[in-house]
């Protein structure tokens, strides 16, 4: 089908609709900027109507039996799977993943899916010892209400599938905003739950542009919590928002990820995890490594080592499975990430790789040499950058590597097992791996970070926690 004919619809009480006023948004294809398609473009009519919806079939699915809600996930993953190719295609050409990473992004949805299936049959209280002679006490937990769900363009079938079925298997029901760079993915995936046999208005989608109808939704009195993931400006405002509503959140925001690379580490199995770090999906993740710290006596070895794997990153065919670097996603990042080279050579760095432009994907870049007065140095850039610094002692590289304001994901290479755990305690993040590359998620882990990286922690548990509420009920024997 030619998807530039078609003008998607928002999913609200298990219908297909058009915006109220009738407004679109054109989406377009990151690798040339060609149309991909048009989607309707979500007014505070629509978002309120998606609410209502949700909020009236809230109380019906709230007492949906774990079975039921079981059984309606993971329906959907067997749907998924009939349907990955259409996926897989999206994951192509409306956010320009390249196939490695578009199955990668698959393999884990289906995942999150089936793991949110298990957790139906896992929200659970306890009994509790009372002071009271004859009194039996005890917690329950219960689904909060309406959850909204804000997902970004990056890896939108993991956010969408973690989020979504976690707050669907508690008993929650939701209304997502996806990005406007991603509403494709978003449909087709309500789609795939309609076709699950999700019961109506459990599953509601408004697309549109966040910056216009994104408080609406999160400001709604009837939204009892909200989960985002964005940029760290974004995700303020949010929570200035839901302070003011006293509403629960879970905020994944921006990172500037360190890595440290010690003189004993084996590059050999370091490197190819290296450049995993920063260069899948063209640097546009939030967990990416933008900063290396390495010791001086393999300081030069690797730099170098960097450099060949870097200059030999596949730039082809998205659907080639040896192509890595995608197109960067909108002209405005990648503006961001030419200003960023450009600061950084007129300041004195050194492009020890890459910095130019092949169409729309910035080559996988080096930097060497960076100083504070750089906006590198302390801004996120996301894109296929990334710093190289000397450390003279693993002291140093914890003391530059806890230098930000940022605290999401870690790395340490190392064989010393006491410098690797001392490392990992005391870094100040929300992930650390050891001898691993900073991308890494599953779908039970508490994924999540400090400070301006974000609040809260998304996962199985973590969700469960966060998007039920306990109470306390006591009986008189």
Excluded at 159 to 170: E, G, S, W
Aim: aromatic fraction near 6%; charge should be negative.
């Amino acid at each position: 089908m030619d998807t530039t004919t078609k003008t998607l619809q928002h999913y609200i009480g298990g219908n297909w609709v058009h915006a109220k006023d009738g407004a679109t948004l054109d989406v377009f294809n990151p690798l040339d900027d060609s149309l991909y398609l048009r989607a309707a473009k979500g007014s505070r009519q629509d978002v309120q109507s998606a609410v209502a919806e949700a909020k009236t079939a809230f109380a019906d699915y709230r007492e949906t039996l774990p079975k039921e809600r079981e059984r309606w996930l993971l329906r959907i993953a067997e749907i998924m799977e009939e349907r990955k190719a259409e996926l897989l295609d999206c994951l192509i050409d409306e956010i320009g993943s390249p196939i490695q990473k578009a199955m990668f992004e698959f393999e884990k949805g289906l995942t999150m899916i089936r793991a949110a299936a298990g957790l139906c049959r896992n929200v659970r209280g306890e009994t509790i010892p009372s002071d009271a002679p004859g009194k039996f006490s005890m917690s329950v937990r219960e689904p909060l209400g309406v959850v909204a769900v804000i997902t970004p363009f990056n890896v939108p079938l993991i956010k969408t599938t973690r989020l979504v079925a976690n707050a669907l298997a508690v008993g929650n029901t939701v209304v997502h905003l996806p990005s406007e760079m991603a509403p494709h993915l978003t449909l087709l995936f309500a789609q795939i739950v309609a076709d699950a046999g999700m019961p109506a208005g459990v599953y509601n989608v408004v697309t549109g542009y966040g910056h216009e109808i994104g408080d609406d939704l999160t400001s709604h009195k009837d939204v009892k919590f909200v989960t985002f993931t964005g940029s760290t400006v974004v995700g303020q405002h949010i929570s200035e928002i839901c302070a003011k509503n006293k509403t629960p959140n879970t905020l994944e925001l921006g990172g500037k990820s360190p890595t440290v690379v010690l003189a004993d580490a084996d590059l050999d199995k370091a490197m190819p995890l290296a450049a995993r770090s920063i260069f899948m999906f063209g640097g546009q993740a939030c967990i990416g490594t933008s900063r290396f710290y390495v010791e001086r006596p393999i300081y030069d070895e690797f730099v170098k080592r960097f450099a060949m794997i870097a200059s030999k990153i596949g730039m082809g065919d998205l659907r080639d499975p040896n192509t890595v670097i995608a197109p960067i996603i909108s002209d405005r990042q990648r503006q961001r990430i030419k200003d960023h080279i450009e600061d950084a050579k007129a300041k004195g760095a050194t492009v020890v790789t890459g910095g130019e432009w092949d169409g729309n994907r910035c080559q996988p870049t080096l930097l060497t040499d960076v100083s504070e007065d750089m906006t590198v140095c302390r801004t996120e850039t996301f894109g296929p950058v990334t710093s190289i610094y000397p450390i003279d002692s693993y002291e140093q590289g914890l003391a530059m590597a806890n230098d930000t304001e940022y605290g999401l994901s870690s790395a340490i290479f190392t064989k010393n097992i006491d410098t690797a755990f001392h490392f990992a305690r005391n870094i100040n993040a929300g992930m650390c791996h050891i001898n691993g590359p900073t991308i890494h998620d599953e779908a039970h882990v508490p994924f999540g970070g400090n400070g301006e990286s974000g609040v809260g922690r998304e996962g199985t548990d973590a969700d469960m926690e966060a998007m039920t509420e306990l109470k306390w009920i006591t009986v008189q024997l």
